[in-house]
C-alpha cells in the first residue's frame, strides 16, 4: 500500500491543472502562462533549439499572444502535438490554443469545433522532384511514387488531384517530415508532396538544393492558422486580434526597433490606436491598453517574424508571395483597428 | 618355468598431449574446425563478421566532434577524403544534454541525477538483499516518497503530508480494531489516507507552506523530456503497479468468482491490446473519461495508462510466484490459524514476491523498452526528439547518429538489467540439476 | 476457522453479512460488483458529459462516409472513393498479413538460432549470441525505424535499372528486382496471351466470382486458384489412401509396396495439367515508366515491419528454445546416443519433440507481442489497422472515442483468437499424465 502514495502525490502536489472552463482568459492570467500548442519540430515554423528554447513563424505567433495577454513573450508553455493528437489537444482544453500549421477547413471549423481565428501564412499543396527525372508538370506523374506525410489533409488532396487528373500513382505514406525527406532523397519516391513552405524549407536543407524543383502546380489551398475552441469567443478575439496587430502592424511600419518612439504619440490616429495611446481597445478586449504593443515587441511585426523565420534571409528562404501585405498584391490584410 | 608375460611395473612419465589438442591450436580445433560442416561454419561467420565491421568501422571513425551543424561534418569528411562518408557526431556534443534530461532546467539537473542515484541505493537491499543491511530499508520507504518530490519540486511539506496519510491510517486502525472489529477497522485505515489524500493534502501542504516556506522550485511534467522520460515513465508506473498488481494477482486466485472474473477480464484485456491503443486512450479519451474541468498534463495521463499496462504484466508474474509456491506453505498458514490477510502478508507474499524478482525486472525492462512508443504522441522521449532536432535547419538530414546513441543507450541499461536479472534467478534456483 | 462459532441456523441479523463467514464472501462480491459498477457509471456519465460539452454525439455513421484516401499495400480492391470501412478492413486484412508472416518467420529464424546458440562452433555460438542480446536489449521501435533506413539507403533505386548500363540489375533471370521501394517478386497469372496479344483458344483463364456486391466487406475469389486448390487437395487425398493401402499390406505381409514415386505423382501430375490448362504464367516484373510495372510489389514498409518485427521476436524465441532443449535432461541426449541415432537426428527426433512442450507456451505469448507490436506499423509508413482506423480516419473524422475503442476490440479479438487457437493446440500435444 505504501508504494500506491505515488498516485496520491501526484494528484495533491498540484500537478492537476486548471479546468477548461468558458473563460480561457481568466484561465490563462491566473495560470500566468500560456498553453499553446505547437509541432514538435517543423523546419521554420516550430523547433526547440539546444537549449530547449522554441523558435519559429508558428511559435513567434503563441509569443504575441503570451505578450498581448500576460505581457512576457515567455510566458508560454509549448505542448508538441502531432497531426493526431492536435485537435483532441485543444478541445480537451489541454492547450489553450493551436498554432501548428493547421489547415482552415469547414469540418475544422464546423465539425469539430473549432475557431480559427485568422490565417497566418496562405500555403497551397505542391510536389517536389529531382530534376533529373525531366518532369515539369505534376501531371506527367503518372505513375509515380509519391511520399506523403499523413494525418494531414494532403493525403486527400493529392487522392482528389490524380482521381480528377485520372492518373495513377503510389502512395507512401510516411509519418514525419525527416523521414520523408530521407527516403525522397535515396530516390524511394519520385516526388515529396507537401505544403509548399514545407517543401522549400525542405529543398533549402539538402546537399545539392540545386539539383531539385519545385513543380508549378500547386493543387490545393491551405491557409493555415491559429486556433481555439468554439463557445469563448473573447478568447478568439484575442487571438484574432494580436494576429491582426501584427499584420497591421507591418502596413503602418511599426517595427520593433520604432516601437518605443511610436509609442508615445504619432500624428496618425490608427498607429495610436493600435498601441494603445490612443482609444480604449484594449479595455475592451479585456487586456492592458498597450496589449499589441507588446504583442508586436515580442518578435516584431508579421514582416519581421517572416524574414526572421522563413524568409529570404534563412536557409528556408520562402518569398513573400500570397502572404506579402494587401498593398503589395498579397493576401494578408487586416481588418481596421477602429 | 619363466613366465614369459610381460607386467609393466612401472608407470610410463605422462606424455603431453598431442600439439593439435592443446593451446591455441587444440582449442580452435575443439571449437571452430571439428569437422567439415563445422569449419565451413566458421569460415562463413568469419567472412560475415568481416563484412560488418568493414562497412561500420570506417563510417563510425569520423572526427566531427566539434562540428557545429551537418554542413560542417560534411566539409570535414570531405577534407579528409572519405569515400563513403562519415558519422557526424556533432549533433552528439550539442544535443546530448537535452537527449538525457530533455527540457528539465539546466542549474536543476542535480535533482534527476541525484533520484537516479537515490534510486539506486533504495533497491540494492531489495535486489542485493544479502550485501545490503536491511535497515536501509527505511530509505527505500522513505524514497518513494521522497523521488517524485525531487522530481517535480513544490514544497517539503507534500511529501510529508502524504507519507503522513498511511501513518494515520495506521493509527486508526490500531486505535479502531478493538472497537468495530478487524475486516471493518482495515476498511476504514485504507479510506482514511485515500481521503487525506485527496481533499487534505493539498490545502494543508498550502498552508503550511505559507507559514513556513520550505521547498524546492516546481518543475512541470511538459519539461520531462529525453530518456529520462523513459526511466521516470517506467519507475513510476512499474512502482504503482506492483502494488496494483499484487491485488489483482490475489484477485485472480481468489475464489470469490465475481472478484476473480473482474480481476481476469481487467488482465485480459490489458494484455490483449497493443500499448499504442493505450498510450491513444491517454492522449484523445482519457481526459473524455475523466470528470468535466479535470485536465491532467499528458505525461501524468501517459504514466497512468502505462500504470495499467504494467500492472497487468505485474499480475501475471506475480500469479506465477504465487503458482510456485509450495502447497504446503498456504496449508502450514492455515495450520497456523492466519486469517487470509495474515497468511499473505506474513508467508506466501514476501516468498512469492521474492521469486517474482526475476520477472518483474524484465517486465520493467519490456516497459521500458515500450515507453519509446509515446513519441508516437508526440512527447518528447528520446526517439520524439530526434524529430524536433532534426527540425533544426543546421542537423536537418542526420539520421545514423542518433538513433545509434539512442540505441545504446537502451542497449547498456537493458542488457545490464537483464544480466542482474538472470544472476537472481540463478541464485534463487535451488534445485540441483 | 470460524465455521464452529456460527449460530445454526437462528435469526438473520445484517452484521452478520460482515461477520458470518457463510455470507460474508457473497458481501465482498456484492460489494465489488457494486464498485465496478459505480465506477463504470461514472466513466460513462463523464463521457457522456463532456461530449455534450463538446458538442460531439456518438455514432458510427462516419464508416460508411468516402475515406478519400489511398492505401497502396492492400489485399483486396479499394480506393479513395470507399468507404471508412472498407479502408479499415483493408488495415486489418495488412495487420493479420504482417503478423502470420511475422510469426512464421520469427519461428524459423528463433528456432535456427537457439539451436545454433547450443553449437559446439564456439564462433557461431557466441555470433547467435551478440545477435540475440542487441535486439533483445534495443526498443523494437528502433528496429523498425533502423530496418527502413537500411532498406531505403543500402537498396538501388529503380532507376538505377535504367539506361544502358544500369547500376544495378534484376536477379535470377531478371525477375525480382530489389529495389528501395521494395521487392518485385513475379506473380502467378492465369490466362496467358499469344504473341498478339489474344488469349489461347483452349488454355484461358476462368476469370474471378465477384461476392457480396458493393458492401464494404465485398472481395473476389478468383476461380483458378479454387480449380488448382481442389485438385492439389484432392491429390493429397489420393495420395493418402495409397499410403494407407501400402500400410494394410505392409501389416499384412511385412513387406512395403514402394510408393514414393506413385504418391508424388498424384499430388504433381494433375495440378501441373489443371495449371497448364488455365494458362499459368508468371508475370514478370519490368521497369515501365517511374517504377517497375507488374508483378508483384512488396513494399519497403511491409518488408521493413516485417523483418524488424520477426528479427526482434526470434531473439526471444531463440531463448526459449534455448531454454527448452537445456531443461531435457541429457540423459535423453545420451539414451539416444546409445541407440546409436546420429547428433543431427538426436535433435530433431528426441529432443526438439519433448522441448516443444517446454516452449509452446512462451511461444504463445511471444506470438501474441509480435502480433500487439505490428500496431508500430505507422512509424514506417505500412497501412494496418492503427494506420487507417486509429489513423487517417481517426484524423479525417475527429472520432476518437469510437475509433480507438473499435480499434482496441479488434486487437483484443485477434489476440483472444490467438491464444484460444494455441491453447486448444498446446492441450493436445501436452503430454497425457494418468
New interface residues.
Partial sequence: ?????????????????????AATLDDVQARGSLKCGS??????F???????HWEGFDVAVCRAVAAAVLGDPEAV?????????R???L????VDILVRNTTWTL??DV???FTFTGVNYYDGQGFIVPK??GVSSAKE?????VCIQ??TTT??N???FF?TNNIS???????????A???Y??????TYTTDASGLAA?R????NPADHAILPEIISKEPLGPLVR?GDDEWADIVRWTLNALVAAEEFGITSTNIEELASGTDNPEINRILGTEGTMGEMLGLEADWAMKAIAAGGNYGEIFEKNIGES???GLARGLNAQWKDGGLQYAPPFR | MEDLSYVRTDMLPERDPPASEVGVIGWLRMNLFSGWFNSILTVIALAFIYLVLAAIIPWLWSPTWGAGSLSACREIIAELGKEHGGACYGVITERWQQLLFGFYPEELRWRPILTFIGLFVALAPVLFNETFPGKMLWFTGAFLFLAPWLMWGGPIWTPLLVAAGPALGFVAYRYLVSVIGNLASVIVAVLIPVLFWLFLVGPLSQAIDGVVPLGIEVVESRLFGGFMLSVWIGVVAIAISLVLGVILALGRQSDLLIVKYLSVGFIEFIRGVPLITLLFVASTLLNIFMPPGTNFDIILRVMIMATLFASAYIAEVIRGGLAALPRGQYEAADALGLDYWKAQRLIILPQALKISIPGIVSTFIGLFKDTTLVSIIGLLDPIGLTGSIRADANWNGIVWELYGFIALLFFISCFSMSRYSMWLEKKLRTDHR | MTTATDPEGGTFRPSMLIYDSRYRSATIQIVALIGFLLLIGWLVSNTVQNLADLGKSVGFGFLTEPAGYDINQRLLDYDSRDSHARASLMGLLNTLLVAVLGCIMATIVGVIVGVLRLSNNWLVARIMTVYVEMFRNVPVLLWIVFSMAILIETLPAPSAFRGDEPSASMLLGDSVALTNRGVYVPEPLFGRMDEEGHPLTWRQGLGDIHLFGEAWFRFDVSLELVVFLSTLIAGILVSRLIGQRADRIQNSTGVRPKTFWLRAAVIVVPSVIVLWLMGFYLGKPALRGFNFDGGTHLRNSFIALWLALSLYTAAFIAEIVRGGILAISKGQTEAAAALGIRPRRIMSLVILPQAMRVIIPPLISQYLNLTKNSSLAIAVGYMDLTGTLMGITLNQTGRELEAVMMTMLIYLAISLAISGAMNVYNNRVKLKER
Fill in positions: 500500500m505504501k508504494k500506491s502514495v505515488f498516485l496520491g502525490a501526484l494528484t495533491v502536489a498540484g500537478f492537476v491543472a486548471g479546468s477548461a472552463s509541432n514538435s519540430g517543423l523546419t521554420g516550430a523547433a526547440p533549439d539546444a537549449n530547449g508553455e509549448f505542448v508538441p502535438t502531432t497531426p493526431k493528437t485537435f483532441t489537444a478541445a480537451s482544453g489541454e469540418t475544422r465539425d469539430l469545433k533529373a527525372l506523374l503518372d505513375g509515380a511514387t499523413t494525418g493525403e486527400l493529392l487522392a482528389d482521381r500513382y503510389e502512395p507512401v505514406p510516411i509519418e514525419t517530415n525527416a523521414e525527406q530521407q527516403q532523397l535515396a530516390g524511394a519516391c519520385d525542405t533549402a536543407s539538402f546537399e468554439h534563412t536557409p528556408i
